[in-house]
């Protein structure tokens, strides 16, 4: 069983920046890919950002390149997603995600573990 725990939501306004943290636990290995999703109201989960177990695979969703890092901490089992200038339209619900395998991807159907998720609210 995998346990993410996600933290560093909270309201913030345009320009402003947050940094989000995952903690991992359970049977989960520092090599496996972790990601970042993201739900808006009445809108689909969508890709953020992932990051490959060896940390030296990362992509980006192009509405964010540039203003959000992916970073990871295996000695720690935690993924981090810095988040500057932000806009309103990044308000969302952030999820962090796992799978077991090192490899990343965008596709939301293939990864296995979610946290519960950290609400982002980004005010104009």
């Known amino acids: 069983q995998v346990q993410l725990v996600e933290s560093g939501g909270g309201l913030v306004q345009a320009g402003g920046s947050l940094r989000l943290s995952c903690a991992a636990s359970?049977?989960?290995?520092?090599?496996?890919?972790k990601a970042w999703f993201r739900q808006a109201p009445g809108k689909e989960r969508e890709f953020v950002a992932a990051?490959?177990?060896?940390?030296?695979?990362?992509d980006y969703a192009d509405s964010v390149k540039g203003r959000f890092t992916i970073s990871r901490d295996n000695a720690k089992n935690t993924v981090y997603l810095q988040m500057n200038s932000l806009k309103p339209e990044d308000t969302a619900v952030y999820y962090c995600?796992?799978?077991?395998?090192?490899?990343?991807?965008?596709?939301?159907?293939?990864?296995?573990?979610w946290g519960q998720g950290t609400q982002v609210t980004v005010s104009s």
């Open positions: 995600a796992a799978r077991l395998v090192a490899t990343p991807t965008s596709r939301i159907g293939s990864w296995e573990y």
């Open positions: 990051i490959r177990g060896s940390g030296d695979n990362i």
């Open positions: 359970g049977r989960i290995f520092s090599h496996y890919a």
